[in-house]
């Protein structure tokens, strides 16, 4: 009788633990399902360009004085909406007249779509989380410009300096970029038009384009060399603007090098200035990537990642004092 109780019980416990197992494994693999593509066909509120004479000179600005939430991720796949606001150039930093006072140091932060903070409402993004750093530790009056423009390369950057933020005096600018924003407009242009007609299909969805667009891109870093190339071009036109107009310039890696000759060129570059300035981009973010993206799909830097940025390029700029 004992026995026989004894065997129920046994029996009962292992019902229950493969129930259990079934259930986790049932949640896991829902929840491993919903984060593949099932969202990304699913966006409500796309990034609001803005298709204009004036944009053109500067490439993909968004439309001026927008607030609307946004759910657009990369690849078309819908990620969390944040909101989005933008001023009267249609870029995300507050409304901010062009001249400043005496006692303002101004910086503007220039790049693509991870200064502009991707998937990120304004206060999680790093230029934002900076100017608090720099308000909780100095007396003086800091603006930090928010002019990250999401798709642009290392031509839009110089073109947004040129033609908008030359208008604001700066006293320090940060063009936060890599070696991918080497991939100008018109490379972009022409790969994603390689691409088409490489597909056999007549009409190729987003998905075949992109993948193909993927291929292409690996033959094109096997080869990419810093030396003579669009990097090291407008480098140099930012050096030169730097000069002309006597403002700070700092080089900040945000992406991993794909060629050791960039580090080691623009570390060089820094040292023939005092008003130059590299930063190489985060040990921490080099690590763990995944743990840094807002979803699994969208590699774009999380809230965390940014304030990891911010903290660094403070202490960065901090230590080297260019903030005088």
Known sequence: MKR???????????????TAVYIIDSEFLSSTENTDNTECKDIQNPLPYYDSDYNRSVN???????????DEGQNFCRIEPYHLETNSKGLRYDETEEHKNED??????????????????????????????????????????NMGVPGAGIENHYLILRNIGLDYNP??????????????????????????????SEDPDDVEINNKIEELLTDYWEDFSY???????????????????????????????????????????????????FIEK?????????????????????????????????????????LS
Not at 61 to 70: A, Q
Request: net charge negative; aromatic share 10%; glycine share 2%.
């Open 282 to 322: 985060s040990q921490k973010l080099q690590k763990n990537s995944e743990k840094w993206r807002i979803a699994p799909y969208d590699p774009h830097y999380n809230a965390k990642a940014n304030e990891l940025i911010a903290n660094q390029l403070y202490n960065e700029l901090d230590s080297r004092n260019p």
């Open 171 to 200: 006293d320090l600018v940060i063009v936060s970029t890599g070696d991918r924003d080497s991939m100008t407009v018109p490379k972009q242009e022409k790969l994603r038009e390689d691409a088409i007609e490489k597909l056999p």
């Open 227 to 277: 030396s003579n190339s669009s990097m090291e071009y407008y480098k140099n036109l930012l050096s030169e603007t730097a000069l002309d107009k006597d403002f700070n310039l700092c080089i900040h890696l945000i992406y991993k090098s794909r060629s050791d000759q960039t580090e080691k060129a623009l570390s060089e570059w820094s040292q023939d200035n005092e008003n130059f300035c």
């Open 104 to 145: 303002t140091y101004r910086i503007l932060v220039i790049g693509d779509s991870n200064v502009f903070g991707w998937g990120l409402n304004q206060s999680d993004t790093f230029p934002y989380i900076l100017k608090q750093e720099l308000a909780s530790h100095h007396e003086k009056d800091y603006q930090v410009l």
């Open 60 to 70: 993909r600005l968004l439309e001026p004085n927008t607030s609307i939430y946004v």
């Open 4 to 18: 026989s109780i004894k065997l129920f019980y046994i029996c009962l416990n292992l019902v229950l633990f493969l």
